[in-house]
């Protein structure tokens, strides 16, 4: 122990400064408790330094390029399109700072202290933080673990200067020629389009029987069109087996159909999920409950088999979604302060940032099925909407799932523009227990995408206006 390592007390502590931690450090914080933030790495977390963030920069800065070259149907021609990628790589960093800014801002702002350094518990009260150069003990009445995930491994396919996990393949100093992608999961699609978007040559090797597995085929065709497209090549059910890398590139070995092949390309992108960290943190010293994989087992309010520690976002079961991480801070804040909160993940949407945009929130079709709810399921396509042939973009469509008793909205998806954000009125539908007749009689703003909505609310009620029965 240093000399002179006097624990500091805090009344909350929160490890990992990611969108989990920071948003519940702040509302502990304005319930009144004391809060401490502990973050090894920058203020933001994955999310806004190397996920979510830098990746949608990279992905609209590939969607200008693609519409300054490819606009001849609306009459507009552009030659001698150019990319300065050393000036797309400080934009996305230029939006990077200005985030992570305003997250210290806001910590600051609440009287939040943040500490660097590596967090260890000592006991179910007592946390160690770490760097290089010294050791502070903190005593806290409660925890809460915030401490994200990292990109999986695998054996032989080491990261090295060829081989990137998503944190590499975002920091790419120019635009290869070609990729490979192991993993037509999101981040596989979402990265590798966004560089296919630039003019890359992009191979994704899937293992399973189709990309975005979770998402429905009719809503993955779309997306395998559009990649297609622009020149990607799609293999399902491929074995990745091996990388011989040279200074120049890699060779790709794999499996499909019962031969083997092998592809060339600048870099391989290894994409095929993450893995919580919760194995150098001292949970064992605390005896919290976790599974083989390292997930973290929590209640309805968040809370570890050591009733006054905490666990959300990726060390915890469910999607890996930043949104998710948010939401389990504030249930988690509010249960440490003795309010009733507790989470209920059927309003939580997930989206995919691909051409089209892909999102869902609740039951699609099999889910429904799945639990033996009688229900209907009403479609409307972007091709019937003004503003979608205004702005070119017309594939795709919205799908309401209702109870057929009631129409009660109980499910949705959208493959299309602007999905991403259409997503938000369909889970504010279910949050709220509306009907397709609630929807329907939303007067929507003309000509807008919000509108797809309530047609397809018309649909399911049996009236639509702009589609034949």
């Known amino acids: 122990m240093v000399v002179g390592d006097f624990p500091i007390e805090t009344d909350t502590i929160v490890i990992g400064s990611g969108p989990g931690g920071y948003v519940a450090a702040i509302r502990a914080a304005q319930l009144g408790q004391k809060v401490t933030i502990v973050e090894k790495g920058e203020v933001g977390g994955v999310c806004l330094n190397v996920g979510c963030i830098p990746s949608k920069a990279l992905i609209s800065a590939g969607h200008r390029y693609e519409t300054a070259t490819e606009s001849d149907a609306m009459g507009i021609k552009a030659e001698n399109v ?52 010294s050791a502070q003990t903190y005593t806290f009445k409660n925890a809460i673990i915030a401490t994200g995930s990292r990109p ?21 100093e120019e635009i290869p020629e070609k990729i490979a992608v192991i993993g037509g999961g999101v981040i596989g699609i979402e990265l590798g389009g966004a560089y296919a978007s630039f003019g890359s040559k992009l ?25 297609k497209k622009k020149g990607a090549e799609i293999i ?23 031969k083997e092949e092998t592809l060339e390309a600048d870099y391989l992108f290894v994409m095929v999920g993450r893995r919580p960290n919760t194995d ?30 905490y666990a959300i ?86 799908k309401l799932i209702t109870r057929k008793e009631d129409g009660l909205v109980i499910g949705a998806q959208i493959a299309g523009a602007n999905a991403s954000d259409m997503i938000a009125e369909l889970g504010l539908a279910i949050e709220a227990g509306m009907t397709a007749e609630d929807l329907a ?17 018309e649909v399911a009620l049996g009236t639509p206006i702009h589609i034949v029965k």
């Open 82 to 133: 150019t990319v300065d990628f050393s000036k797309v790589q400080d934009f996305k960093a230029g939006v990077v700072k200005k985030l992570v800014g305003g997250v210290q801002g806001l910590l600051k702002g609440n009287k939040i202290e943040t500490v660097k350094g590596e967090a260890y518990f000592v006991d179910s009260n007592t946390l160690r933080v770490m760097d290089d150069n």
């Open 152 to 172: 999986i491994e695998l054996p032989t396919f080491k990261y090295s200067k060829r081989v990137l996990n998503s944190t590499g393949a975002l920091a790419l």
């Open 203 to 227: 191979t994704i090797l899937e293992g399973a029987d189709d990309i975005l597995l979770g998402f429905e085929k009719q809503m993955t065709t779309l997306v395998k069109k559009n990649l």
């Open 236 to 258: 399902t059910k491929a074995q990745a087996k091996g990388v011989e890398e040279t200074e120049n590139g890699v060779k790709v070995t794999y499996e499909a159909k019962g």
């Open 280 to 309: 150098e943190i001292g949970l064992e010293q605390v005896g919290i409950k976790m599974s083989d994989k390292g997930v973290i087992e929590i209640d309805k309010q968040c809370r570890t088999s050591v009733s006054n520690i």
């Open 313 to 398: 976002g990726d060390v915890v079961s469910g999607p890996q979604l930043a949104h998710k991480a948010s939401y389990e801070g504030k249930i988690a804040a509010e249960a440490i302060a003795g309010k009733p909160s507790e989470i209920d993940y059927l309003g939580i949407p997930a989206v995919v940032f691909a051409n089209p945009e892909l999102a869902t929130v609740g039951y699609n079709e099999a889910q429904a099925k799945e639990e033996g709810i009688e229900y209907t399921a009403a479609k409307f396509p972007f091709a019937a909407n003004g503003r979608a042939l205004a702005l070119d973009s017309t594939d795709g469509y919205v």
């Open 441 to 457: 009689m939303t007067i929507h703003a003309h000509p807008t995408l919000g509108e797809i909505t309530m047609e397809a609310a």
